[in-house]
């Protein structure tokens, strides 16, 4: 787990014995419930940051990347017209280690119909492996969103707002919103918070990023 995911998902508690639902492009719910139980497939799943607490949210999510693709479907180039049964075709894959999978076409199962659905159906393995990078972004963009809670919408002008800033001892310093470039380049960024803590919480994050913490080891 890299130390951007692992900052993220290790903040999350997560209960043992709880239902959780899983995203899953290829389901037709958007979705798989889950049962928590600190397996290494449920810490797989934690890593990526497809783990969510309400269907609610991992409802938006699925459409987030959806419609993400589908805006996009120029440079991902993913297959638009259904493939013939039997046509060998490329799936994004988060849990496949080279991003990408394939199998046979049917049109009768469930599972390859909501794949092309999805917009994450390929010609070539390399198409789908772009395209599973692009969503991995996506989910640690969201998850650290609702982690941290960056301002999302532009704030009055006169708005006192706070900016994670790691040059900073506190880790914030605040700031004046008003609509010129930089406010705007901050908001767009994700560095903009409405109280300190919320920018203490992102710098310090940010920080372990620039320089983690290496555990010591004794013989």
């Not at 979705?31 to 397996?39: A, G, H, K, M, R």
């Not at 269907?55 to 013939?84: A, D, G, H, W």
Request: net charge negative.
């Amino acid at each position: 787990m890299d130390t951007e995911l692992e900052y993220i998902c290790l903040q999350s508690s997560y209960l043992v014995g709880q239902a959780y639902y899983r995203l899953d492009l290829t389901n037709k719910l958007g979705y798989d419930e889950i049962i928590w139980l600190n397996s290494p497939e449920n810490l797989r799943d934690a890593s990526l940051n497809v783990v969510f607490s309400e269907i609610r949210e991992v409802k938006q999510t699925q459409m987030l990347i959806i419609n993400s693709l589908y805006s996009n479907k120029e440079k991902f180039n993913f297959i638009t017209e259904e493939p013939q049964d039997g046509e060998y075709v490329w799936v994004s894959d988060l849990f496949y280690e080279g991003f990408a999978s394939f199998f046979e076409y049917d049109s009768s199962w469930d599972t390859t119909k909501q794949a092309f659905k999805n917009h994450i159906l390929f010609t070539t393995a390399d198409g789908a492996a772009k395209a599973t990078k692009s969503i991995i972004q996506i989910l640690r963009r969201e998850a650290a969103r609702k982690r941290f809670k960056p301002l999302t919408k532009t704030p009055p002008n006169g708005t006192i707002v706070f900016v994670a800033d790691v040059l900073a001892e506190e880790g914030w310093t605040f700031m004046i919103y008003k609509d010129i470039e930089i406010c705007n380049r901050l908001l767009k960024a994700g560095l903009l918070f409405s109280t300190a803590e919320g920018a203490k919480l992102a710098t310090t994050a940010m920080r372990q990023l620039i320089n983690p913490v290496v555990p010591e080891f004794t013989s």
